[in-house]
């Protein structure tokens, strides 16, 4: 396993243990147990990345016009759909418009991921609500998550049991609340589909190898 991508396998364990499994826990590099959890992680962001080449093809178009974006990022791969397309100003109903382009994705997230876990997110721009009757940003991108998700596990049968959705508003910018285009950038939900990390059995061998302890206190930082 190359060096540069050995770092990002370890960068992904770290996230996906604060993240998915909240607790402290102590990773070593010689250690059989961690090993046979980063051979699985690997296969898996191995997968990821064949699915990420499967919606570029399936999704060519709307990329080629900037709707839909695709990464493959630190907490998996990540599908950002600008919201525009989606919703209408200010609204939470998915327009009609919207059905085909989550339909070319709802296909590959049950025939070729059909066990992976997928957080949807939504967020605004920073600016404040007015006129539509919303509290605030994150309830509206709270409901947008929502309508997103209640669409693919409801109309497109994915399992309810691999989603999950969240709101963060305004607070999780990718670019400027300044510019008009910065702001669009900001309006988007992302689907993330994320790789498992499971228990390995434990053993009583253990290598002498540097560790990378995850503490409660770093879990607080990381949610800071």
């Known amino acids: 396993m190359g060096r540069i991508r050995k770092s990002f396998i370890y960068a992904v364990l770290i996230f996906l243990t604060i993240n998915l499994l909240g607790c402290t826990?102590?990773?070593?590099?010689g250690r059989r147990s961690d090993l046979e959890k980063i051979d699985q992680l690997t296969s898996q962001l191995d997968q990821l990345q064949d699915i990420k080449l499967l919606l570029e093809q399936r999704l060519k178009q709307e990329i080629a016009d900037k709707q839909v974006r695709l990464e493959m990022a630190e907490k998996g791969l990540v599908i950002t759909f600008v919201a525009e397309v989606l919703f209408d100003s200010g609204k939470a109903k998915l327009r009609q418009e919207a059905h085909p382009i989550l339909d070319k994705m709802a296909r590959v997230l049950t025939e070729n991921v059909p066990d992976m876990e997928i957080g949807i997110e939504g967020?605004?721009?920073s600016q404040a609500i007015k006129y539509s009757g919303w509290k605030s940003n994150w309830e509206l991108s709270?409901?947008?998550a929502m309508g997103v998700l209640h669409?693919?596990?409801d109309k497109k049968g994915v399992d309810p049991a691999r989603v999950s959705a969240i709101g963060y508003g305004q607070y999780r910018p990718v670019a400027s609340n300044d510019?008009?285009?910065?702001r669009k950038l900001n309006r988007r939900v992302e689907v993330v589909i994320?790789?498992?990390v499971t228990k390995a059995k434990a053993v009583s061998e253990k290598v002498e190898e540097p560790e990378?302890?995850?503490s409660e206190e770093l879990e607080e930082e990381n949610l800071k």
């Open 212 to 214: 990378i302890e995850i």
């Open 142 to 144: 709270s409901a947008r």
């Open 179 to 182: 510019t008009i285009e910065g």
């Open 194 to 196: 994320l790789p498992k």
């Open 151 to 153: 669409y693919l596990v």
């Open 25 to 29: 826990i102590v990773i070593q590099k």
């Open 123 to 125: 967020h605004t721009d």
